[in-house]
DNA sequence: AATGAATGAGTATTCATTCAT
DNA sequence: TATGAATGAATACTCATTCAT
């Protein structure tokens, strides 16, 4: 008995995150998927039991890796305003490096069924433990986690997803966000 | 002759956000937003050319909306801590009257080839010829404009999209990131 | 009260004329014509109980043309070798110079539903009666109607539509089908 | 794996000639074919890629098979008189015996989009080359091709395609327009 | 495990025709 | 007479999923 192949697996995988990115969530068919895996749909649904569950499973493990990405760049003698520059940074650089698992990310995030299976507060405890941690030492203000997720989070993230179209250098935009965010955070 | 029946395209417009808000945009089918208006698939083609055009249209218009809503809210003898509460709570209070229209307007514009058809910073230029007054009165910091809207914008809108999943109270949330707002903001 | 708009009704015989020209007897809808003669749908069920009548009658008149315009450049005093000229080549002129509704006649008469509709025999009886006369003087061999129809139309009618698609001279296949006529049919 | 049910694709195949010939080509949707076939209409797309493709596919292949039929009835010890005889009764008998495949042929050569797919000249070159062998002999007069083929191969399908409707004998008319072509073309 | 064939239900769009003015 | 609005039924084609090998 064959095991599953696992490079057929991740064949697939990568093969919804590049359709997604060129064709839409809409777009992005089974038939198209698998041909873009050069596997048979019926193959799909070996390792998937239905359309639904295979992008659900696919966004949760994507949701995780940007603040993985995020960890990895922290260190713990970062002073408060190092962190937060790494932070905003860090979030913008992944996507920049990781552009087509962003652009899938953030397509399941506004499409109802999917957001709904995926917790983002739970992808993101590390970052917040760390927050927390610089906010125990007095170094960053005691705001609650949902206004820090949404200041500091998304608008870097719009300025990402639009930085194409913006007539502005996206570089000096993000050093301006970045002074911004230290002098709201830093105590 | 037959006149155009005004109710009918009102109901057709209000069947598409509705939809959309039910079943999301790729579940938005042209017969499920005909039978949701009561009216046959082929009537909704008197009135749009096709489906795209359909929701570009309407999703312009009510991208313009929220904007318009946002100004009624606005007095010109403001003080700058005022004003960006107004814009803030505004938002916001927008979102829960208008629920159906804004998570429309949301899903839109996360949708690569409609978001290409409104320009955002067209729907939203009164609100920052207001901004800038306050600026050159030296009121206001002179950040950017991306920068101001990424800020001032996006994190509102995100705390009510998300407000009720999040297990803090929103209206707590919502006058500290009103603070942070005026902190950031105010010279 | 007005009368039926001779002109109108005139317009859209050449709209059907024209659309299905160039859009083949599949895409001539109701609607394109309409457009086509600048007129409403529903005007063209003021004239026309339905397509298939309209298509039908239109046909029909059509189809009597070609033997009309045959008819006139016969002259009584023509030797039997030039009447067989002046039907071969008037069969082919008729085709250059009416190319619009040749092609709508021609497409007409292949589709099922429609040829039962006209009898061909009916529309070339005069040029038969004509004939008939030279078969009595002893001019022309007495061959029977339908091999002479076939004979005599079918093969210029098929070189007529295909003489932008052959690689030979159409000037000179049209001398030598004359030719071969005159051998064929003359005393 | 599946494999491809053969006894399938013929019964499509057979379902196209027989839709056309019932209710034209206009009136021979992709749904009704694949009712006509007991299939359903996604599975003839996995035998051809659209609706035109089909079309093409079907009448290029019949397109040879009548010329096919008419060259096992040649011999070649045959006389000019005898070859012309099996040319026009070779035809004839053919839209007789396979009727549905001769109309189908019929109608498609007459829609402008499908006749184009199909080089007529390239499916009759076996009899050509066989005539201008009797051309070369001195046998049969020197007509160009086009000349030939409008009148060999016209009038005899005209008849053929009229038989029902003609008053006259069919049998009369063919022993006929035998005649007439062996007149017209023996030297 | 893997696959191409097969399909019922669905997709956007157009059709011939009728309605209401 | 004339019309644009309205529509049920049809159009070609695609979908997610299952079947048979």
């Known amino acids: ?36 895996a050069s596997v048979s749909p019926a193959t799909i649904y070996i390792y998937y039991s239905n359309k639904e569950e295979m992008l659900a499973e696919v966004f949760s493990e994507y949701s995780r890796q940007s603040y993985h990405y995020l960890m990895r760049r922290m260190q713990p003698e970062m002073s408060g305003a190092e962190l937060i520059e790494a932070i905003v940074r860090g979030i913008f650089s992944y996507t920049v490096e ?42 960053l203000r005691r705001y609650s986690d949902p206004s820090l997720y949404a200041v500091l989070f998304t608008p870097v993230k ?3 997803q639009n930085r194409r179209t913006m007539q502005y250098d996206i570089n000096v935009q993000l050093d301006e966000l970045v002074t911004m965010m230290q002098n709201l955070l830093l105590v």
Do not use: W
Not at 19 to 27: D, S, Y
């Open 1 to 36: 008995m064959r095991t599953r192949d696992l490079n057929k697996q991740q064949r697939i995988k990568e093969a919804i995150v590049h359709v997604i990115l060129t064709e839409g969530i809409n777009g992005a068919s089974v038939a198209k998927i698998a041909q873009a």
């Open 98 to 139: 990781h552009e087509e698992v962003f652009s899938f990310v953030e397509q399941c995030s506004r499409c109802p069924s999917l957001s709904q299976t995926v917790r983002e507060s739970d992808c993101c405890r590390d970052v917040f433990n760390l927050i927390h941690r610089y906010q125990e030492l007095g170094i």
């Open 158 to 160: 719009f300025l990402a």
